[in-house]
């Protein structure tokens, strides 16, 4: 094809790009609103292909932080992350060091270990010293650092045509000052404190002179703050890692406990509990999972209640805290920048500069078509799972405002289906979970234009009405439960007849603006079976399609089937596996009784983990076929952690167990419960119900599962309900 003949490349405004490898790996740490990236060595931006930086309230608060031993890189031995991911530890030795071409200091002399946590705003590195050698070592150390209070939607690739005024200057003989004000007026500053005071220091660089007698030690402390006073100083080095740590463990506790007969699934557990404890933000309505690091480390909307949802068997309190957060931030006027309509449920919040001056329209922004049925369906799942009546009352208005903007806005033709478009060309073009440009389209390649009426925005609607009904029982609102009831019953009619395409075997994935029906194979379709508005039969044709090669690839469930128009197993929603999204199929599987297929799911993603750095299973990762003696593909810009890929090994549990809970009765029953082959034992401690808890085992036994009470607390039953 002549060059002049290429189609030209559409690219979203908000895409995230890609121009070069990663020259070292990365590890990220966080703690409420401040995370930071950094690479294997410890330094941040000193190599190529990484989001490097301290963050805050996405603003980059350092852009560099880089060691030399005399001018040079000292070397890799090791770095590893804390288990409870509290700490990030680096271990480095010297290079051959000349001078005036003679050999002073030999490699693998010195050992230096870095340490990293974050706490309260500020970042802080103990860097320590010994030499091993048998003569005296003399160096230099130095620490070169420097910031651009970059907007983490800069950091992600926007340009800006103007920005704010930094400077940077000395405030002492250990403290230096960053300093920048936006074009929003705010101003923002990064304190750099050095302990002991360097023997050089200027406005970007701290240089230690050292002489390092034969097993000798020595250390030095950095202190990177955000937001804060000149005269401030944070708490010391040591005392501030007992307290981080002794936070992390309070936090953690009245979950329930998951240990297994597979020391790898152990290591997915533990890796995914504590991704997850780490994502989670003390906010003022409560614990809150932010999304992902780095791009979504804020309050998301959609991931939030999705996470919330997948942990609401072993630790409900995350969804309380989840539901009031975004009932206190639900829209109360049309806001078209925003996308905001009344009763509509946040979909991302931003705090940066660029959010301030509506460069970007996410400071509050609403631009999410699924958000407000899932925060229904979570409030009706989180009351029912813990018969928490006065959490309830404080949410109906909230509930009662979204269901009115899904029967209102949110169905703008008013045909019983709830649909999208953006209010302005600056909003997300796409609003389901789905969301890049290219996510929705027809047979023949053709984007879905006008009000799209994705399929399991449907399911979301019908889930919510049913359950909504049941909250309005709790509350004595007999008519409103019934008409609610009806609306549901009267939705999955009209779905089943306008989204079910016979000659595909399964449900499209949208409607366009004029009905017509994208008729592609996608794993929207396995998310509808989560939501319980398919009918029986149709439900196995699109069960069994799903477990097919050109949708199940021996790691997981695509986004799109091979041989579908736009399918690209390397692209972000089009043949890409999401691990979350084969987690809300598992739960789908598993309701209508799947329990083989789910199995198979859980053992793919099982594997997935295992292959995985950290054992960690990222946001996504590519969608070739498995093969023999070879690991899954991974996608170059996931975030990891991601809260919904770090819940999906609970979820995969919860459906291969068919965990139900009844808070009325007291009781918590498991329906069907399998196990997958390399599961032969699972025990799980303080599994709470209201006040009660118990303890349990199970154990495989061929097709069967046995259950063992260990130990009760309170008053609770626990059962087996077998079907066919």
């Known amino acids: 094809m002549p060059i002049h003949d290429v189609e030209p490349i559409v690219e979203s405004p908000f895409y995230i790009p890609m121009t070069g490898p990663a020259a070292r790996p990365r590890r990220a740490l966080k703690h409420d609103d401040t995370f930071v990236v950094l690479d294997s060595h410890g330094d941040i931006g000193a190599s190529a292909g990484g989001p490097d930086g301290l963050f805050n309230t996405d603003t980059r608060y350092l852009a560099r932080l880089e060691l030399s031993l005399d001018g040079l890189q000292p070397l890799l031995l090791g770095s590893n992350l804390r288990d409870d991911n509290s700490a990030l530890t680096v271990d480095l030795t010297n290079p051959d060091i000349y001078r005036n071409g003679r050999l002073v200091l030999q490699k693998d002399l010195l050992h230096i270990v870095r340490t990293f946590f974050l706490w309260r705003g500020a970042a802080y590195q103990r860097i320590g010293l010994q030499n091993h050698g048998e003569h005296a070592a003399s160096f230099d150390l130095t620490l070169a650092f420097d910031n ?10 926007s340009q800006r045509a103007r920005r704010g005024v930094a400077t940077s200057r000395l405030l002492g003989p250990s403290d230096v000052a960053l300093e920048y004000t936006g074009l929003d007026d705010t101003p923002r500053n990064t304190m750099v404190h050095f302990d002991p005071r360097p023997t050089r220091l200027a406005a970007n660089t701290a240089t230690y002179h050292f002489e390092l007698a034969p097993q000798q030690s020595a250390s030095l402390f950095v202190i990177a703050t955000c937001n804060q006073s000149p005269d401030h100083r944070p708490v010391p080095f040591f005392r501030g890692l007992l307290a981080h ?3 992390l463990r309070r936090l953690s506790k009245g979950a329930t406990s998951i240990e297994t007969s597979n020391d790898i699934f152990n290591e997915v557990l533990c890796q995914s509990m504590a991704d997850l404890n780490m994502l989670m933000t003390e906010t003022p309505q409560g614990r809150y999972p932010y999304a992902g690091i780095p791009w979504y480390s804020t309050t998301f909307g959609r ?13 409900p309190r995350v969804a309380r805290g989840v539901l009031k ?3 206190a931030f639900q829209a109360k006027a049309v806001d078209p920048l925003n996308d905001a309509e009344p009763g509509k449920i946040l979909h991302e919040m931003r705090g940066g500069e660029m959010a301030a001056l509506r460069e970007v329209p996410f400071a509050q922004y609403y631009g999410s078509v699924d958000a407000t049925p899932l925060f229904v369906m979570l409030a009706g799942l989180y009351v029912e799972r813990t018969g928490d009546d006065e959490t309830l009352r404080e949410l109906w208005p909230a509930i009662e405002a979204g269901l009115a903007w899904i029967d209102g ?3 703008p033709d008013q045909d019983g289906f709830v649909e999208y478009q953006r209010a302005t060309d600056q909003g997300l073009q796409n609003q389901g979970w789905k969301d890049s440009y290219d996510a929705v389209f027809h047979a023949d390649g053709q984007l879905a234009e006008g009000n799209i009426a994705l399929a399991e925005v449907q399911g979301y609607v019908y889930a919510a009405k049913l359950l909504a009904s049941r909250l309005a029982l709790r509350m004595n609102l007999t008519d409103r439960a019934h008409a609610l009831v009806t609306q549901a019953q009267r939705l999955s009619e009209r779905f089943e007849d306008a989204f079910w395409c016979e000659e595909l075997g399964t449900y499209a994935l949208a409607l366009d603006g004029d009905k017509l029906p994208c008729a592609v194979r996608s794993s929207n379709a396995g998310q509808l079976l989560f939501t ?3 009918r029986e039969d149709r439900a196995r044709l699109v069960a069994a399609d799903l477990m097919r090669p050109h949708f199940f690839t021996g790691w997981g469930i695509r986004t799109i089937a091979r041989g579908e128009a736009r399918y690209n197993p390397m692209s972000y929603h089009d043949g890409s596996i999401w691990p979350h999204d084969n987690a809300l199929i598992a739960l789908g599987l598993a309701r209508y009784g799947l329990k083989h297929s789910v199995e198979a799911l859980f053992k793919g993603l099982f594997d997935t983990a295992a292959y995985m750095d950290l054992r960690r299973l990222p946001e996504l990762f590519c969608g070739f076929q498995r093969e023999k003696r070879r ?12 809260a919904w890929a770090s819940a999906t090994p609970f979820t995969l549990l919860e459906a291969a167990l068919g965990i139900e809970f009844d808070a009325v009765r007291g009781e918590i029953r498991f329906r069907n419960p399998r196990l997958p082959g390399f599961l032969h034992e699972v025990i799980l401690r303080d599994l709470r119900l209201g006040e009660s808890s118990v303890d349990l085992r199970l154990c495989k036994h061929n097709d069967d599962v046995s259950l063992e009470v260990l130990r009760t607390r309170g008053r609770i039953q626990v059962s087996t309900v077998l079907t066919h």
């Open 148 to 157: 651009d209070f970059a907007d983490l939607f800069e950091v992600r690739g």
């Open 532 to 534: 319980g508005i398919v």
């Open 303 to 315: 991931d939030g209640l999705i996470t919330a949802l997948q942990m609401l068997w072993i630790d």
């Open 409 to 411: 806005p949110g169905d």
């Open 325 to 327: 957060r975004l009932a």
């Open 245 to 247: 740590r002794r936070e």
């Open 631 to 642: 690991g899954p593909t991974l996608y170059p810009v996931a975030c990891a952690p991601q």
